[in-house]
Protein backbone atom coordinates (compact mmCIF):
# COMPACT_ATOMS: atom_id res chain seq x y z
CA UNK A 1 0.00 0.00 0.00
CA UNK A 2 0.97 3.67 -0.73
CA UNK A 3 0.02 6.08 2.27
CA UNK A 4 -0.23 9.56 1.63
CA UNK A 5 -0.12 12.66 4.08
CA UNK A 6 -1.26 16.30 3.06
CA UNK A 7 -0.14 19.32 4.18
CA UNK A 8 -0.55 22.87 4.13
CA UNK A 9 -4.09 23.70 3.49
CA UNK A 10 -5.19 27.26 5.04
CA UNK A 11 -7.26 30.08 4.81
CA UNK A 12 -6.84 33.54 2.49
CA UNK A 13 -7.89 36.27 0.77
CA UNK A 14 -8.76 36.15 -2.79
CA UNK A 15 -5.77 36.91 -5.07
CA UNK A 16 -3.59 35.52 -2.01
CA UNK A 17 -1.16 32.28 -2.53
CA UNK A 18 -1.12 28.80 -0.51
CA UNK A 19 1.23 26.03 -0.75
CA UNK A 20 0.34 22.17 -0.41
CA UNK A 21 2.33 19.21 -0.38
CA UNK A 22 2.15 15.54 -0.04
CA UNK A 23 4.89 12.79 1.32
CA UNK A 24 4.28 9.49 -0.11
CA UNK A 25 5.56 6.40 1.91
CA UNK A 26 4.73 2.45 1.54
CA UNK A 27 5.10 0.90 -1.36
CA UNK A 28 5.65 3.77 -3.83
CA UNK A 29 7.29 1.81 -6.34
CA UNK A 30 3.32 0.43 -7.64
CA UNK A 31 2.60 4.51 -8.45
CA UNK A 32 3.95 6.10 -11.58
CA UNK A 33 1.83 9.06 -10.79
CA UNK A 34 0.82 11.98 -8.59
CA UNK A 35 -1.95 13.87 -8.66
CA UNK A 36 -4.01 16.93 -6.51
CA UNK A 37 -7.98 16.59 -6.92
CA UNK A 38 -10.34 18.79 -5.06
CA UNK A 39 -13.83 18.24 -3.91
CA UNK A 40 -16.60 21.61 -2.99
CA UNK A 41 -19.29 20.93 -1.03
CA UNK A 42 -22.16 19.12 -3.33
CA UNK A 43 -19.99 18.75 -6.38
CA UNK A 44 -18.15 15.58 -7.73
CA UNK A 45 -14.42 15.62 -7.21
CA UNK A 46 -12.15 16.73 -9.79
CA UNK A 47 -8.58 16.90 -11.14
CA UNK A 48 -6.49 19.93 -10.50
CA UNK A 49 -2.88 18.76 -11.61
CA UNK A 50 -0.78 15.52 -11.98
CA UNK A 51 2.28 14.25 -13.15
CA UNK A 52 4.55 11.54 -13.82
CA UNK A 53 6.89 11.18 -10.88
CA UNK A 54 9.65 10.23 -13.02
CA UNK A 55 9.25 12.78 -15.34
CA UNK A 56 7.49 13.57 -18.04
CA UNK A 57 3.78 14.49 -18.92
CA UNK A 58 1.98 17.11 -16.04
CA UNK A 59 -1.86 17.86 -16.41
CA UNK A 60 -2.93 21.15 -15.18
CA UNK A 61 -6.57 21.56 -15.52
CA UNK A 62 -8.25 24.67 -17.41
CA UNK A 63 -9.70 26.15 -14.72
CA UNK A 64 -6.20 26.34 -12.67
CA UNK A 65 -3.65 26.62 -15.43
CA UNK A 66 -1.75 29.44 -15.34
CA UNK A 67 -2.07 29.89 -11.56
CA UNK A 68 -1.27 26.81 -9.88
CA UNK A 69 2.20 24.90 -10.27
CA UNK A 70 2.57 21.02 -9.24
CA UNK A 71 6.06 19.49 -8.71
CA UNK A 72 7.86 16.77 -7.39
CA UNK A 73 10.77 16.08 -5.46
CA UNK A 74 12.18 12.52 -5.73
CA UNK A 75 14.35 12.28 -3.13
CA UNK A 76 12.17 12.21 0.04
CA UNK A 77 8.78 11.04 -2.45
CA UNK A 78 7.04 14.22 -2.51
CA UNK A 79 5.03 16.18 -4.50
CA UNK A 80 3.66 19.59 -4.75
CA UNK A 81 0.98 22.25 -5.73
CA UNK A 82 1.71 26.17 -5.59
CA UNK A 83 -1.16 28.09 -5.49
CA UNK A 84 -1.07 31.31 -6.91
CA UNK A 85 -3.78 34.07 -7.22
CA UNK A 86 -6.52 31.94 -5.63
CA UNK A 87 -10.21 32.54 -6.17
CA UNK A 88 -12.80 32.36 -4.32
CA UNK A 89 -14.15 29.10 -6.37
CA UNK A 90 -10.79 27.09 -5.65
CA UNK A 91 -12.52 26.70 -2.18
CA UNK A 92 -12.55 22.96 -1.15
CA UNK A 93 -10.95 19.89 0.09
CA UNK A 94 -7.85 19.19 -1.82
CA UNK A 95 -7.09 15.42 -1.97
CA UNK A 96 -3.40 14.20 -2.70
CA UNK A 97 -3.30 10.95 -4.83
CA UNK A 98 -1.48 8.21 -6.22
CA UNK A 99 -1.45 5.38 -8.66
CA UNK A 100 -0.03 3.98 -12.14
CA UNK A 101 -1.58 5.96 -14.85
CA UNK A 102 -1.04 5.51 -18.18
CA UNK A 103 -0.77 8.11 -21.41
CA UNK A 104 -4.43 8.48 -21.86
CA UNK A 105 -5.88 8.98 -18.44
CA UNK A 106 -2.66 11.28 -18.02
CA UNK A 107 -4.65 13.15 -20.31
CA UNK A 108 -7.90 14.50 -18.08
CA UNK A 109 -7.39 12.36 -14.73
CA UNK A 110 -10.69 10.72 -12.79
CA UNK A 111 -10.91 9.92 -9.54
CA UNK A 112 -11.48 6.55 -10.48
CA UNK A 113 -7.88 6.20 -12.02
CA UNK A 114 -6.25 6.43 -8.47
CA UNK A 115 -6.62 3.51 -5.70
CA UNK A 116 -4.59 5.60 -3.23
CA UNK A 117 -5.90 8.89 -1.49
CA UNK A 118 -5.04 10.97 1.04
CA UNK A 119 -7.11 12.74 3.74
CA UNK A 120 -7.63 16.22 2.14
CA UNK A 121 -6.08 19.13 3.27
CA UNK A 122 -9.09 22.18 3.36
CA UNK A 123 -8.60 25.14 1.40
CA UNK A 124 -10.86 28.33 1.77
CA UNK A 125 -10.97 31.28 -0.30
CA UNK A 126 -12.65 34.58 1.04
CA UNK A 127 -13.10 37.31 -0.81
Known amino acids: DVQLVESGGGSVQAGGSLRLSCAASGYTYSSNCMGWFRQAPGKEREGVAA????????YVDDAVKGRFTISRDTIDNSVSLEMNSLKVEDTAMHYCAADSVGPIGMLDPQPTDFNYWGQGTQVTVAS
Open 51 to 58: LYIGGGSV
